[in-house]
């Protein structure tokens, strides 16, 4: 079907609205008449992630185990999440079960959800925080607020092996090693590390990463007021933060670029060799994905092997390098307001510890929250790397040095800041860690 | 340039105008552009028309539009007329009073507007669309409006009156004939902010069914990454109703129309 | 008629008159003193009911130390307000919204009023695709300006490229990333987005003029900056003037194109009043603090709306 955009223009301006009119009538009247045996109950499901494109799957393989429930999903993007759910979630017609990222915004949210312990030890079991991973970052003040559903972790970097093959690169392990390799695939006209530093929460990865290198997971307890964060050492973290910048590690423009789509984009495309993503990215390294993306990226994308390493020494003797960060990347809430507590915890069970859903989650390569699903090493597009960093970062999430999510939002916008500032020249290292130190005082009431 | 231009005024003027233009056109070229990458033009915006329920939406965001310029019209009108044309206490009182409504942030109108709608029960009721939207449009257009009829002569609407018509008789048969262009800046302005929404209908309209065109990008936005050329294709066709409307209300712009009539 | 004056009626017979002869055109004989106010009344009921009503909403909320979230917040009195003042953040986003107001509203008129009478007469071929690509900007959702505006403004991205083709061959300035630049890169997307708006509300002033008064001048042998200066300029008044306010009033209430292009950044260097707001309410949960910024936003915006109204009154007498 060929239409051309003055043939469409003039359709949609007179006929169409005439003619959808219809479509749209049975469309609202199906919608309301859909006849329904009395057992049967809808379940709405609000979530970030999944998204449109990979919200029928999870439904089919449920509503198949369950077909007594039906789940209506709506996908909203995080930009808009958080201000939509905070309203409909204190509502009737808002959703049943709601997607919760960890940090600020389930200490915040946490008023908004069941509390879901007694229903856990009940449907899943008593022992049900032994078979999942990291459910404490869901408790707020003894309340359960959430299930996890997929563990990630930061403190990555990936590259693009194509690339750096083609530039007679290899990967790099230190500041020095990675100067040289970005000096190699510069040569070839690929932009070395890109960083979508307009996006908080990458530039938050990366300087935890290059804290963790200096002093290893002071950070968290810094940020939680039990350590002090106005010291050497997380100003020494600033001034190397700024130097990846000044010293052409970090592309310039970087802090009015996006890590989502900017950054991404650009790494997808083949246009950057390297990128600061965790975990989440690891289906990139599955052929099924890599051919999946071919509609957004072209061809290319298919021949591209993505490869994650540790983030490298950057501070020059690092006490450790490859340690992870994170935790649950979405846990799984119930409206307080729910009516169908029963059926929602259904959904909540399924998604978080049930083998079918569990084992959907493993087949992208993303770490399940349910421990007794292993996650696979089939369908890789370059095995003899790719293995390797998998069975690492098994390791190492098992292992995790932080929870990487601030929960104090102040205290994360307080980083954020003094991180672009020093980045854009506009402070100094010290008064960074000093204005960061204020908010952790003033947060945690000292 | 007035009046009948010569050889050399319209060449200045193509050149001055082509000049002034081509900075606004490049970006746009830029847009378009973009929507091309991928799979190209005819691969991305099949998409759109095709795996997404674009039909069904611009359905909903032509009746949320309908409703938002049919409500704004007929109140910006009468009170522009009142505002403008007659003389009143406390006129000057009243007309700030809903001029405050040009200032307000829209992020301080959500969460009250959440709870007026949830104590009507009007979840997934285009009014809990239209009402608000035409609010928050009126300040604007009764500004532009009044401003506009204030500056008919008071001699034609006397004229009227002396003919016999009543005030409304004046209002429909002088005065909104007379005040096309403004209609049409109205007209373009209400359809522009009714049609380009997206948080309203996002919190109010939760049906799949009712959701609006501003949605439409979201069926290629994903989690991760998203299919950035058929975001940008999914833009371009949404804004292509919005310049058919102000191109077709071009008319209403034509010289000497209200102008002519008037003396 | 004291509110007339934002608009200088641009047809001379009714443009000064002394305010008894107003008053005695205004009402005739037999107008009920009701009338008005049946006119003024559906729009005043759902500027109430949906604005008013946010107001004092948001009033309330503003004395309360309250997330947005929790069932009740903690009644604090005017300690928001205090706060607020002793918030550098709050005085430095003033800053960037008075250099960008001015900035914007001027060039924005300039070009708006340009492009209206060179598109106004018939002396331009092709003049229906002119108008399209003045008026394009206004419709095209933030979310492709933006994106497509952080894509031009990179360092390697199309502005730096003409600037290379034009010999500048050291550009390679990050406009969006630059605290230097970024209020500038950003007040020149407003000015692309929003010169067409002024256009439009040109385009319908001066089709509403006399053009009798333009051939008479033609007729007195009239160049055309002086048919302009002394014809044109004083008819589209009113239209200046609503544009200075509603230009003034745009500037505070800019958000979309600051959020999602730099997000107030690097640093504060970008920050608005509104994204602040937004930040403030969304970002840290301080549905408190937000309501009281919004309020001395709506203050600050009728201050300057009196301020004027004023103004436009005393260049009118």
Same mark, same amino acid.
């Given at each position: ?446 | ?139 604007? =257009? ?40 403004? =209609? ?80 | ?317």
């Amino acid at each position: 079907m060929k239409i051309t955009a003055q043939g469409w223009m003039t359709k949609v301006a007179a006929v169409t609205v005439i003619a959808i009119a219809a479509v749209g009538m049975t469309a609202c009247s199906t919608g309301s008449s859909t006849t329904s045996s009395s057992a049967k109950q809808t379940i709405n499901w609000w979530s970030w992630n999944p998204d449109n494109t990979q919200d029928k799957a999870w439904i089919t393989a449920f509503e198949k185990e369950h077909p007594n429930i039906t789940v209506k999903h709506r996908f909203i993007q995080i930009a808009d999440y958080p201000n939509a759910v905070r309203l409909a979630a204190t509502s009737g017609s808002g959703p049943d079960v709601f997607g919760l990222q960890v940090g600020a915004m389930t200490t915040q949210f946490a008023p908004l959800t069941a509390d879901l312990a007694p229903l856990a030890a009940k449907n899943i079991g008593a022992d049900w925080k032994s078979k999942l991973n990291a459910t404490d970052q869901l408790v707020v003040s003894g309340k359960q607020v959430g299930l996890p559903w997929m563990i990630t972790g930061g403190g990555l970097v990936w590259y693009n092996k194509t690339i750096f093959d083609k530039a007679g690169a290899t990967p790099p392990t230190n500041l020095a090693e990675w100067q040289t390799a970005c000096a190699k695939i510069e040569a070839i006209q690929v932009k070395c590390f890109i960083q979508g530093a307009k996006d908080d929460w990458v530039n938050l990865d990366v300087y935890q990463t290059i804290a963790n290198q200096i002093t290893p997971g002071t950070f968290y307890k810094a940020v939680n007021g039990k350590a002090s964060f106005n010291s050497a050492d997380f100003t020494k973290a600033f001034t190397i933060w700024k130097s990846l910048f000044s010293d052409g590690i970090i592309q310039s423009g970087a802090l009015a670029t996006t890590q989502y789509p900017d950054a991404n984009d650009a790494f997808n495309k083949g246009q950057a060799a390297m990128i600061a993503f965790g975990t989440w990215n690891d289906d990139h390294m599955t052929t099924a994905t890599l051919a999946a993306n071919t509609a957004t990226y072209g061809d290319q994308i298919k021949s591209s092997v993505f490869v994650p390493i540790a983030f490298p020494d950057v501070v020059g003797g690092a006490k450790e390098t490859g340690r992870l960060f994170g935790g649950p990347d979405v846990g799984w809430a119930i409206s307080a307001k729910s009516t169908k507590q029963a059926a929602a915890f259904t959904l909540v069970q399924w998604l978080t510890s049930s083998k079918t859903a569990q084992t959907m989650m493993a087949t992208s390569l993303q770490t399940p929250a349910l421990k007794s699903v292993p996650v696979p090493d089939t369908g890789l597009a370059d095995p003899a790397v790719q293995k390797p960093a998998l069975a690492e970062q098994a390791k190492q999430i098992g292992n995790l040095i932080g929870s990487r999510q601030i929960t104090n939002a102040d205290v994360a916008t307080a980083l954020s800041q003094a991180l672009s500032s020093v980045a854009s020249g506009q402070m100094t290292p010290a008064a960074a860690s000093a204005s960061v130190q204020k908010a952790i005082d003033t947060a945690f009431g000292k | 340039m007035f009046g009948r231009p010569n050889k050399r005024t319209r060449l200045i003027a193509q050149i001055a105008a082509t000049a002034l233009a081509l900075p606004f056109l490049l970006p746009l070229v830029a847009i378009v552009a973009e929507s091309l990458q991928g799979e190209g033009f005819i691969k991305n915006y099949q998409a759109v028309l095709t795996k997404t329920p674009i039909l069904q939406s611009a359905l909903n965001s032509a009746i949320i539009s309908a409703g938002v310029i049919a409500l704004v019209y007929v109140c910006t009108m009468l009170s522009a007329y009142a505002f403008g044309k007659m003389n009143f206490a406390g006129k000057k009182l009243v007309f700030n009073a809903i001029l405050v409504g040009l200032v307000l942030p829209t992020i301080a109108l959500v969460v009250p507007l959440f709870l007026i709608v949830q104590k009507l029960g009007l979840f997934n009721n285009y009014l809990a669309v239209i009402v608000p939207l035409a609010a928050t449009v009126i300040p604007f =257009t009764l500004l532009l409006t009044r401003n506009y009829l204030a500056a008919i002569p008071d001699e034609v609407l006397e004229a009227a009156r002396i003919d016999g018509c009543s005030s409304f008789g004046t209002l429909v048969r002088i005065v909104l004939p007379l005040a096309k262009p403004i =209609t049409a800046v109205l007209v373009v302005w209400a359809f522009l902010q009714a049609w380009n929404e997206f948080f309203l209908p996002l919190l109010f309209l939760q049906d799949q069914s009712l959701q609006t065109v501003t949605t439409i990008p979201l069926y290629f936005t994903g989690t991760y990454g998203s299919d950035q050329p058929k975001i940008f294709a999914a833009l371009v066709l949404i804004c292509l109703p919005i310049v058919i409307a102000y191109l077709s209300l071009q008319k209403f712009f034509e010289k000497g129309l209200s102008a002519g009539a008037i003396k | 008629m004291t509110t007339t004056v934002i608009n200088k009626p641009p047809v001379q017979s009714a443009s000064v008159k002394p305010p008894a002869s107003r008053r005695s055109n205004g009402r005739t004989p037999g107008q009920r003193a009701i009338t008005p106010w049946l006119y003024i009344l559906p729009a005043a009921i759902l500027v109430v009911g949906v604005i008013y009503v946010g107001i004092g909403y948001t009033g309330w909320v503003s004395t309360l130390n309250w997330n947005g979230i929790d069932a009740s917040g903690r009644q604090v009195g005017f300690d928001n307000y205090i706060a607020a003042a002793e918030d550098p953040v709050l005085w430095q986003a003033l800053g960037h919204v008075l250099v960008f107001g001015i900035l914007t509203i001027v060039i924005q008129m300039v070009l708006g009023l340009i492009m209206a009478i060179l598109l106004g007469s018939n002396a331009v071929f092709g003049r229906p695709i002119y108008k399209v690509v003045m008026f394009l900007p206004v419709v095209l959702a933030p979310a492709a300006v933006a994106t497509a505006f952080r894509g031009i403004l990179a360092p390697d991205g199309q502005f730096n490229g003409l600037l290379h083709a034009l010999g500048i061959s050291s550009a390679n300035s990050a406009w969006l990333a630059d605290p230097h630049f970024a209020l500038y890169s950003i007040a020149a997307i407003n000015i692309w987005q929003w010169t067409g708006f002024s256009f439009l509300l040109y385009q319908a002033a001066i089709s509403q003029i006399d053009q009798t008064l333009f051939e008479a001048a033609a007729i007195d042998g009239a160049g055309t900056f002086k048919v302009v200066r002394y014809i044109l300029l004083p008819q589209v008044r009113g239209t200046t003037a609503t544009l200075a306010l509603t230009g003034c009033i745009g500037a505070l209430k800019t958000f979309d194109i600051v959020y999602l292009t730099t997000g107030g950044g690097p640093g504060r260097s970008t920050e608005f009043l509104t994204t602040y707001v937004y930040k403030q309410v969304i970002e840290q949960y301080h549905a408190g603090y937000s309501a009281a910024l919004s309020i001395i936003l709506l203050i600050l915006a009728l201050t300057l709306t009196a301020i004027q109204i004023r103004a436009y009154r005393f260049g009118e007498d």
